[in-house]
Each structure stands twice: as structure tokens, then as C-alpha cells.
Nanobody
Framework: QVRLVESGGGLVQAGGSRRLSCAASGTTAGINRMGWHRQALGKQRELVAFITSSGGNIYADSVNGRFTISGDNAKKTVTLQMNSLNAEDTAVYYC?????????WGQGTQVTVSS
């Protein structure tokens, strides 16, 4: 079983920054992609960013240019640096780790942006 532990959520002022971190542990063999999703109140969960198996970064249009994802595949960690935050970024942010036919989720961490 894969376990994901997240940290870094909290309250931040509009225009500010926040850094989220996630680490995978347990049966991590075969994991080839990690990333972040978010879910705002009353909204569907949506992709934020992920790192491809070849090391490239993919971003949702809503965060492209403001957020930066980085990771260490050997250590199975992933970080999301969030800049220029606005109220629309308020959501629960979930770390995910993928392997063939499986996706594992972290517990989620709340990010609240005050405007």
C-alpha cells in the first residue's frame, strides 16, 4: 500500500505564496508519476500539475505561470510552490501518486486565500 503524507496548507493573503510538500512511502515500487489536484467547495476535483514519467512538468491553465511543481523521483517526493495566490485558489489540495491502473491520494491539505 502506498501512503502519501502532505504538509504546507494554511491561510495566506491574496498575492502571497505557499509551498506544499508530499512524500510517498510504503509499497512505492512502480510509481511513475506524481502530482497535485485540488477541489474547491461545490466544485469538481481538478488537476493542478503533475510530473511526467520522463520528468516534464504539466500545469493546468488556471495555475500555469504562477505555480511550480518539482519532485525527486528516487525519494518519491513532490512539491508545489504556489505564488500570486488569489481567492479562486482556495481549495483542498491533494497529492497523488500513480502506477499502472492505480492512483493513490494523500489526505488533502486546506489552502485558504483571503482577499
Amino acid at each position: 500500500q502506498v501512503r502519501l503524507v502532505e504538509s504546507g496548507g494554511g491561510l495566506v493573503q491574496a498575492g502571497g505564496s505557499r509551498r506544499l510538500s508530499c512524500a510517498a512511502s510504503g509499497t512505492t515500487a512502480g510509481i511513475n508519476r506524481m502530482g497535485w489536484h485540488r477541489q474547491a467547495l461545490g466544485k469538481q476535483r481538478e488537476l493542478v500539475a503533475f510530473i511526467t514519467s520522463s520528468g516534464g512538468n504539466i500545469y493546468a491553465d488556471s495555475v500555469n505561470g504562477r505555480f511550480t511543481i518539482s519532485g525527486d523521483n528516487a525519494k518519491k517526493t513532490v512539491t508545489l510552490q504556489m505564488n500570486s495566490l488569489n481567492a479562486e485558489d482556495t481549495a483542498v489540495y491533494y497529492c497523488n501518486a500513480d502506477r499502472e491502473f492505480q492512483r493513490f491520494w494523500g489526505q488533502g491539505t486546506q489552502v485558504t486565500v483571503s482577499s
